[in-house]
């Protein structure tokens, strides 16, 4: 059971990335997913969020620019955004939690967002 996140880099401010978070071992869609970020120096926080059954719930930071899906498939998760700012720069990571209660990570991606 593995997760690996990939599709960060280095951005200007206003343009856009698409994160992905693939599954090994599992269907994604089986589970709610969320995308959380680190930025320097802080804590991890949650990003976006997306359930089971399709809802999804954004950070107020990140509501109108990030878009959280899943794809066909059900192996993928990802995460859309666009007019990325400085306060975006972060190491992203998504995350899963198992029936038993147990917390799955990925490796993490780096987002940079030059000024």
């Known amino acids: 059971v593995q997760l690996a996140e990939s599709g960060g880099g280095l951005v200007q401010a206003g343009g856009s990335l698409r994160l992905s978070c693939a599954a090994s071992g599992f269907r994604l869609d089986d589970y709610a997913i969320t995308w959380f970020r680190q930025p320097p120096g802080k804590e991890r926080e949650l990003v976006a969020n997306?359930?089971?059954?399709?809802?999804?719930r954004y950070a107020d930071s990140v509501k109108g620019r990030f878009t959280i899906s899943r794809d066909s498939a059900g192996n993928t998760v990802y995460l859309q955004m666009n007019n990325l700012k400085p306060e975006d720069e972060a190491v992203y990571y998504c995350n899963y939690v198992s029936i038993g209660g147990a917390n799955y990570w990925g490796q993490g991606t780096q987002v940079t967002v030059s000024s």
């Open positions: 997306i359930l089971v059954g399709g809802g999804k």
